[in-house]
């Protein structure tokens, strides 16, 4: 079946620019995942819906960072007035309950210029 | 605080000889413990897990990993490396946190590469 799919898979922004990235989680999978990871890194925690409500946003570094979950099932992450510390590339994953592994997306790959 | 230690950078083993890489873990609670590998330019895939029950879990592509509650480890192992598991894998914790949700962390990763 179809995975968790992300878009875009690159996206180079100015620094001060708004961006949005989308996530596209496993049908059915109540619960979604935003992670940051930077180079030479392990994924890094931003938020997790479960169903349309984040349970937890205690990862987002900063009131830059938002994320929604409207019908509780696609995601997006959106940046306000990128930074150039905002590079990273930007995992998604989703799992069918909190209690069961997660399935990650390819990420976006962000860069800010 | 919860953490998770990967303390190899990069492990290095002849392919046929089995392979180890460590993790260890702290957390408040009963830890749930996952194994997920990276290939280049691909998203993590999931390996393996432990809940609980037998210390010994065994996971996809011929990996395994035992848990040891008194080491606080979870160290991933494999009898007979191939050239093709060299990778980048993460060990993770999921824990119980403070306002009753559930965090996942995850180790810095460990470059895995295996030798013809």
């Known amino acids: 079946g179809a995975g968790v799919s992300q878009t875009p898979s690159n996206k180079v922004t100015e620094k001060g620019k708004y961006v949005e990235l989308r996530c596209d989680p496993i049908?059915?999978?109540?619960?979604l995942y935003w992670y940051r990871q930077s180079l030479g890194q392990g994924p890094e925690f931003l938020i997790y819906f479960q169903g349309t409500g984040a349970a937890d946003d205690s990862g987002l570094p900063n009131d830059r960072f938002f994320a929604v979950r409207p019908e509780g099932s696609v995601s997006t992450l959106k940046i306000q007035r990128t930074e150039r510390g905002d590079s990273a590339v930007y995992l998604c994953?989703?799992?069918?309950?909190?209690?069961?592994?997660?399935?990650f997306g390819p990420g976006t790959r962000l860069t800010v210029t | 605080a919860q953490s998770v230690a990967q303390p190899e950078d990069q492990v290095n083993v002849a392919e046929g000889n089995p392979l180890t890489v460590k993790c260890t873990y702290s957390v408040s609670g009963n830890p749930y413990l996952f194994w997920y590998v990276q290939y280049p330019n691909r998203g993590l895939q999931f390996l393996l897990k432990y809940i609980t029950g037998d210390n010994l879990v065994k996971g996809s592509y011929g990996f395994e990993a035992e848990f040891n509650k008194s080491q606080t480890s979870f160290h991933l192992k494999k009898p007979s490396a191939l050239v093709s598991d060299s990778a980048l894998y993460f060990c993770?914790?999921?824990?119980?946190?403070?306002?009753?949700?559930?965090?996942?962390?995850f180790g810095t990763g460990t470059r895995l590469k295996v030798l013809a």
């Open positions: 993770a914790v999921r824990d119980l946190a403070a306002s009753g949700t559930y965090k996942y962390i």
């Open positions: 994953a989703s799992s069918l309950t909190l209690a069961n592994e997660q399935y």
């Open positions: 049908s059915g999978h109540t619960a």
